[in-house]
């Protein structure tokens, strides 16, 4: 089996996608840093693995961990091996985390947020209406990302001016290029942060989740320090991280299918399938990092071995022609079905995938509604990602917005 090494550079992602998938369902990779595992590269094999109890997540039945093979200054390190929490356990472990988040991350918890994200919303149109007429806006650092970081951090109870840190940080530990002699530091700012947060929230309890996580009880169980902690990160990095691409990669898809933005914009196309199309064909996250095999398991006509690591390729199994016909290399917001699992698959299924869909359906209609004539400013070819292998993530999205609705040019 040829082995296949992940650009830490992600210079050529769709590339590398084709190039996994051309391999077949199972495909070997090299991780940044050396680091040898396997790739579910198709849905439908994806799906099985996904919910398949012989793929767990303890670390420990690595064969690359038990010998020895893993520094502690990997750069992926934080993604490998985070800590405990409903991310990194399986089975009745599993279930007991997931049923004490799920008391705090209630839907009616996420749905009380709709009125704060309207509002933050708008403040960010207002602001990017008061910019200077004519000149390119990096969408992404003015309205992408503060957004979700708000609405995360309002849902979290986390004060606005730990933002700055906590953009820091999380940059370097989703990066391939950090420096391996300041992981261990980064990890720790990190904890310390965190423990901060909860600390503050034992002291003074309000209606958030992290005071949620702190309350929250089963037959008298409940979470450890530690728990919390790992799931505050769990939460706070999927939350926001997700959503700033899902936001940035649907402008970037409407702006490079003019004739399909033109009918979403006139009604035609629903925001639900440019909103799923976009998961699909663009993925916020290229990888999942890292699931072990307890035994041997057949994967097509390969067999992923006894304690190797296994990475799910969301970029490569989303344009799966298998799945999605011959089209599948095309976006098309009139897709139906459009069952994608660019939130994941079984147990452990990404908590935050009702928020940030909840977000972008909010976010995105306002900001084409206020500035229907948004479009890029560059190229969709000079557009850069960023150094990291998990997330599908753009160093800027310059735009030019246009006049806004209900001003004159």
């Not at 050396?34 to 579910?40: D, M, N, R, T």
């Not at 004490?100 to 403040?123: D, F, P, S, Y």
């Amino acid at each position: 089996m040829t082995r296949i090494a992940l650009d830490p550079f992600v210079r050529d992602l769709d590339g590398e996608s084709a190039a996994l998938r051309a391999a077949g369902p199972l495909a070997e990779v090299e991780l940044p840093g050396g680091v040898h595992v396997y790739a579910v590269t198709r849905h439908q094999e994806a799906r099985a693995l996904l919910t398949d109890s012989r793929v767990v997540k303890d670390i420990n039945v690595w064969n690359a961990w038990q010998r020895g093979e893993i520094p502690a200054d990997w750069p992926l390190i934080g993604l490998a091996n985070p800590g405990r929490s409903m991310l990194t356990v399986d089975g009745p472990d599993h279930r007991r985390l997931r049923t004490l988040v799920a008391q705090a991350l209630t839907v009616k918890r996420v749905e009380k947020l709709r009125a704060g994200i309207e509002a933050l919303t708008n403040a960010s149109l207002e602001k990017l209406a008061a910019l200077p007429a004519g000149e390119p806006v990096d969408l992404k650092a003015e309205f992408a990302y503060p957004l979700p970081m708000n609405v995360i951090s309002e849902l979290m109870g986390v004060d606005a001016a730990d933002h700055p840190r906590l953009k820091e940080l999380f940059e370097k530990f989703f990066s391939t290029q950090t420096p391996p002699e300041e992981v261990p530091q980064m990890m720790a700012d990190l904890g310390a942060l965190f423990t901060k947060i909860v600390e503050e929230k034992k002291a003074n309890p309000g209606d958030d989740l992290t005071s949620a996580l702190i309350a929250a009880s089963e037959n008298g169980d409940h979470l450890t320090d530690e728990e919390i902690l790992n799931t505050l990160q769990l939460i706070i990095a999927a939350g926001h991280e997700t959503t700033i691409s899902l936001i940035v990669n649907v402008v970037e898809a409407l702006a490079v299918h003019p004739e399909q933005r033109a009918k979403v914009l006139n009604g035609e196309i629903p925001w639900e399938g440019v909103i799923e199309e976009t998961l699909r064909w663009n993925t916020p996250t290229s990888h999942v990092l890292i699931r072990f095999a307890t035994e041997d398991i057949e994967v097509g006509d390969k067999v992923l071995p006894k304690g190797e690591g296994l990475i799910i390729s969301f970029g490569a199994l989303g344009r799966d022609e298998e799945q999605y016909g011959p089209t599948a290399g095309e976006f098309d917001a009139t897709r139906t079905p459009n069952r994608h699992i660019a939130f994941g698959h079984g147990p452990h299924v990404c908590p935050g995938a009702a928020l940030s869909r909840l977000e972008a359906a909010i976010a995105l209609p306002a900001l084409y509604e206020r500035f229907p004539e948004l479009d890029l400013a560059v190229p969709a070819s000079e557009l850069r990602n960023k150094p990291i292998v998990t997330q599908n993530d753009l160093y800027e999205l310059p735009v030019k917005l246009g006049c806004p609705f209900g001003h004159d040019a």
